[in-house]
């Protein structure tokens, strides 16, 4: 007789499970922080925040948030990272992802969050931050040689 396939497991149960079995140490400080060649570009990532600004009908429905984290353990964090890749959430910078996900998707995120940091001892911090689109026009990038104005199709360029 065949064995019954399990349901997949949440995220909270996975991180739980995980806890169960030990987060152990994180590897001595000159190990690869992360392989960061799988991450889009600046200009790619850029685009993506900018194309949501220039939507002119956003779904009501929907909620524009930021989730950023600084969490110390390695297992922990390329599990949330996933996780908020499967939710629907945009990558913008190493620990800064950007979601604009129906509310019931937003709540879910906060509260599994919410669950997965209290299952553990830790100094992790995870912020979940709403903004506007009117936030996100006004955002400046800084330190980066990139042409804001080119993915926003903003310039104008006069010909005489």
């Known amino acids: 007789m065949p064995r019954k396939k399990k349901p997949p497991l949440t995220f909270v149960e996975e991180m739980a499970k995980l806890k169960a079995a030990g ?5 001595p400080p ?4 992360h392989d960061l060649d799988e991450l889009p570009s600046l200009e790619e ?4 925040l900018f194309n949501i600004v220039k939507s002119k009908k956003r779904d009501a429905s929907k ?8 969490i110390e353990s390695n297992k922990v964090r390329r599990h949330v990272v996933k996780y908020l890749e499967r939710q629907g959430c945009t990558r913008v910078q190493k620990s800064i ?11 879910q995120i906060k509260g599994d969050l919410t669950e997965v ?9 995870i912020l979940v ?32």
């Open 23 to 27: 987060l152990g140490d994180n590897p």
């Open 30 to 33: 000159n190990r690869a922080l």
């Open 45 to 48: 990532r850029l685009k993506v």
């Open 63 to 70: 909620m524009l948030f930021f989730v950023m984290y600084d």
């Open 97 to 107: 992802f950007l979601a604009d996900l129906p509310t019931a998707k937003y709540e």
């Open 117 to 125: 940091q209290a299952c553990y001892e830790n100094n992790d911090s």
């Open 129 to 160: 931050v709403p903004i506007s689109t009117d936030y996100l026009k006004a955002m400046k990038v800084i330190g980066q040689t990139i042409n804001v104005d080119v993915i926003t199709k903003t310039a104008n360029t006069l010909f005489f």
